[in-house]
């Protein structure tokens, strides 16, 4: 590298660092937030939280930046970059133009109304009244629409915004993945829902203490190989994973005292998005690249752990005896077997967050192809209900009684989050495709998950995928870590198989 | 206000307001760090903590600070502002020319020394080698004198250093106060001493579980009125409390399993700490005077609490009964003047805070008289042991067997921390002070106490004391408060009383 190209790198990385010493302090003060800061401060501390935003915002915008990434995408200065920082220059740019585009007041005019319609949001949710929504999400969706404008349209319209959680991800891609899968899921759903095996799951619902549900779930976590030196298990209403820096990723979860696997899967879940930013390379610290490639990859990691080795039977062969020993009163006489059954226990329900390894694809591909309708054809934000009640009929068999436990269901739309959807479905195909690899290339998966030696796959994980961060896309990984692009029939194949098994079908 | 000063004073405000945001979260990092961070984030979170006091020491400043200060500072402006606002401008400025008063390169140096030499500090104490301290010390010593020549000089050199801890605060009064209360504590100290009437401390010393160490400690921190809603108590190897905010006032304590009254005393010495900065007046949010008026006034507040409350009879008259019932086994057959005797055992000991009420004093006086002859008169840093170990000959009767014990007992001369502990037997001064208004203005300030009707008392000090923050100066404060300026006989007479009665002297 040239002098001068080693200089220019070397104050570009400062720059980075301190985008990154930002995220880091916004990061923590949104945990502190959820897991236990006073409430009399909160006032003042979203002050701080968005002075912090924005201070981060300006950096990843301002003249410099625009700079530096100008000036090393130039071809004969690339030529003298690693692919790492190739990749860093390209994120930083692509970021910076996103952002750029907007003119800043709209892009003022929108967080206020987001931050207000998430307002709105949860009283609707509340109150079952999509009509007082309504206007806002319009405005929401009216701004969406005008930002696309901004950013530009790739082959559809909507492509722009599947773009922005799953980088290169577009309708073409998605609708013929979504179809095969649905294609393969309705059948399934229906003849299980026609099946006389329904499990037993009344011993799941009894009362199980607090204390006993913590131990358990800090057990499974240490032998996920969730490194407790570089993280943290705290308690907030809805679980979830932050990564400060890869020497600090924190998890929480939430207690269901009549319910004792709502906190062992969301230790599952969360802890899987943990173990992938622990292992992060400690060279991309203080770089965009020390994250997950993608929501759809990152999703991959959560599910993988969460269902297909937590919802496993040899799982529970290994941990149920634990998990009795934690609860002996509630869970006396049930059999491993029972127990395997009961959290497999597929039903047709309203609420996606609540569903089955099984629907809940199904609850995904509604929002998707709902969301295409908005952007694509038009679809008037009035309709969504109608729309949504049709799809819920025709998808699961079942009509939501009330807009709350339907269109109003989720949160991401009042916050604009509209394209994220896709990446949970994405999540559980990738991860269904990498189990395959994984299976084929330790071929005694099933016994050492019987056995409790779980680190191996840990280990697998972290060279195929984790030590990565965003440093490859998520197509470079799934093609890398399987041979081939993602194929939603790894996870058809997988469903069919464990469902028909389950059910005796 | 002119308009155009109205103007002027709401873009100053958003830049106080944005350091307020940056010590925010600077001040999370630092908790955070203290309680439960986990240690392998650690190398990163320092230079997070660092890359945002950087920040918002370059806006403290900037030359958009000089400019308004500068503005604000104008006899025609002056006028139109309210005594909040001048005291804000006033403050601010003083703030930016100490610091613009330092050539930016020689602070950094000395930044990275400081550092270095705490470090260095540690392995001194651990290994008992003041040898191997002492030329770091020494330039921390020559760089503090430099920067006293660049912030100039008062009536003595050391008054600059004292000055940056207590406004106003000079070497001639501290000279008077010091010698008033040595003189009359050195002869109490040695009555004490050779009086037989010493206590049985042995029954604090029994092992207690940490569970109801802690219960006990929540328990008296909601009776004196510490609002759990704008704050919280955790654990941590220093006790400490920090202000994030008037509505997030947190605060830590240490539990020994050996030692029960070590954990009580401190929650009521940063509960008093906290009840300080949650009762400051809302309206300083966002302003440097949201914090107390200077360290003085501040551990004034903690050692009221800590000492003149919780160490009196009457206070455990009244939670004796409550501590016994979270430790039936240790306490059995204790009686509540046993317990007070107890707890206010004199023993003339090498380590500061370790100290008791009485003694602490001397620990201060000391330190204080090493610092002045430091830099008022030229003493030399390699004499400093042999300084050290004949005053606590002359003070305390006893001389260090080891620098350990002696002179390298204490963290702040390593980080440049000079004139700061002045403030502690200042706080002691301005507490018994304040108490003998406190006592003369609500004369049922014991019955109070021994009913454990603490709240008159917290509103007293919120109506006298909290509300104000920093917007007064020490010295207002205590003539506002008690109708005349420091005058240490009050501690004299409040510590004679108490131990002659206690000793039977």
Chains 1, 2 share one sequence.
Not at 371 to 388: H, M, Q, R, T, Y
Not at 391 to 413: A, F, M
Request: one cysteine or more; hydrophobic letters at 35%; a negative charge.
């Amino acid at each position: 590298m040239e002098q001068h190209v080693t200089e220019e790198w070397e104050k570009f990385s400062a720059l980075l660092s301190k985008i990154s010493g930002y995220n880091e302090a916004i990061g923590l003060l949104h945990w502190d937030l959820r897991t236990g800061a006073p409430r009399k401060g909160a006032e003042v501390r979203s002050r701080t939280v968005g002075m912090l935003s924005g201070e981060s915002f300006r950096l990843e915008t301002s003249a410099e930046m625009g700079r530096f990434t100008e000036f090393f995408s130039r071809p004969a200065i690339m030529n003298q970059l690693t692919d790492i920082q190739n990749k860093i220059v390209k994120d930083c740019r692509k970021e910076y133009e996103r952002s750029k585009s907007i003119p800043p007041e709209r892009y003022e005019e929108y967080a206020v109304l987001a931050a207000h319609t998430e307002t709105m949001w949860e009283a609707a949710k509340e109150n079952n009244d999509f009509a007082s929504f309504e206007p806002f999400l319009s405005k929401i969706v009216d701004f969406k629409k005008e930002f696309i404008d901004y950013w530009g349209v790739k082959e559809t319209r909507y492509d722009t915004l599947l773009d922005m959680y799953e980088p290169d991800l577009t309708v073409k891609k998605v609708d013929e993945v979504f179809s095969r899968l649905r294609s393969r899921l309705v059948p399934l759903v229906e003849a299980i829902a026609a099946s006389p095996n329904k499990p037993d799951t009344e011993f799941l619902n009894r009362i199980f203490e607090k204390d006993q549900q913590e131990k358990f779930g800090l057990f499974i976590l240490e032998q996920m190989g969730y490194d407790f030196d570089a993280g943290r298990l705290d308690e907030s209403v809805h679980p979830f994973a932050t990564g400060l820096n890869p020497g600090d990723v924190r998890i929480t979860t939430n207690y269901l005292l009549d319910n004792v696997t709502s906190a062992v899967f969301s230790s599952l879940h969360e802890g899987g998005h943990a173990l992938y930013e622990q292992n992060i390379n400690k060279e991309l610290v203080g770089t965009p690249l020390a994250q997950g490639a993608s929501m759809g990859i990152h999703e991959s990691q959560s599910r993988l752990w969460e269902n297909m080795i937590g919802r496993s039977l040899p799982f529970w062969q290994r941990y149920f005896n634990d998990l009795q020993q934690h609860f002996p009163a509630q869970l006396v006489n049930v059999e491993v077997e029972d127990f395997y059954r009961a959290i497999n226990n597929v039903s047709n329900s309203f609420i996606r967050i609540e569903a089955d390894e099984l629907t809940y694809n199904l609850h995904i591909i509604i929002r998707y192809e709902i969301e295409k309708l908005i952007f694509n054809e038009g679809l008037d934000v009035k309709d969504l209900p109608a729309v949504w009640n049709a799809k819920y009929q025709e998808y699961l068999g079942i009509t939501p009684p009330t807009d709350s436990l339907g269109v109003l269901q989720d949160v991401h739309w009042s916050g604009g989050d509209f394209g994220y959807f896709a990446s949970y479905s994405l999540g559980n195909m990738y991860a269904a495709q990498m189990l395959n690899t994984l299976r084929k290339e330790l071929p005694e998966f099933d016994e050492w998950i019987a056995a409790g030696n779980l680190l191996p796959i840990k280990e697998w994980l972290t060279d195929k995928i984790y030590q990565y961060g965003q440093s490859l896309t998520p197509s470079q990984i799934i093609e890398q870590v399987t041979g081939e692009p993602l194929n939603p029939d790894y996870l058809a194949d997988y469903l069919e198989k464990k469902y028909t098994e389950l059910y005796k079908l």
